[in-house]
Nanobody, 128 residues
Framework: QVHLAESGGGLVQTGGSLRLSCAGSGRTFSDDAMAWFRQAPGKEREFVAHIGKSGRSTRYADSVKGRFTISRDNGENTVYLQMNNLKPEDTAGYYC?????????????????????WGQGTQVTVSS
């Protein structure tokens, strides 16, 4: 079966760093645009970062720009999210997602409804 599995979450203090990984299995995701979303309890799922199929194009939410970096290794079928200078408001479950590259219009990238595959999430908690 097709599967995305996030890892790397945990508890960190304000200003700390984490590196999240999302490993795909069951198919190759090299033809897919990938993204990270996050969702805090009682809140809507929020766009965090997007990366094109080749890894050359990236996009970030304003709230994380300059602090987070998305990258991918298609040889490993894996996407990463390097999270630096973490803040308490970054606390959420973090989810990776994929959509076919031909559907990855700029306007579609931030809408979770446009993504076909999702991981189960990894929790990031930032203490104040």
């Amino acid at each position: 079966q097709v599967h995305l599995a996030e890892s790397g979450g945990g508890l960190v203090q304000t200003g700390g760093s984490l590196r999240l990984s999302c490993a795909g299995s069951g198919r190759t995701f090299s033809d897919d645009a990938m993204a990270w979303f996050r969702q805090a309890p009682g809140k809507e799922r929020e766009f965090v970062a997007h990366i094109g199929k080749s890894g050359r194009s990236t996009r970030y939410a304003d709230s994380v720009k300059g602090r987070f970096t998305i990258s991918r290794d298609n040889g490993e079928n894996t996407v990463y999210l390097q999270m630096n200078n973490l803040k308490p408001e970054d606390t959420a479950g973090y989810y990776c997602a994929a959509m076919p590259w031909y559907n990855s219009f700029y306007s579609a990238q931030t809408d979770p409804n446009n993504y076909n595959y999702w991981g189960q999430g990894t929790q990031v908690t930032v203490s104040s």
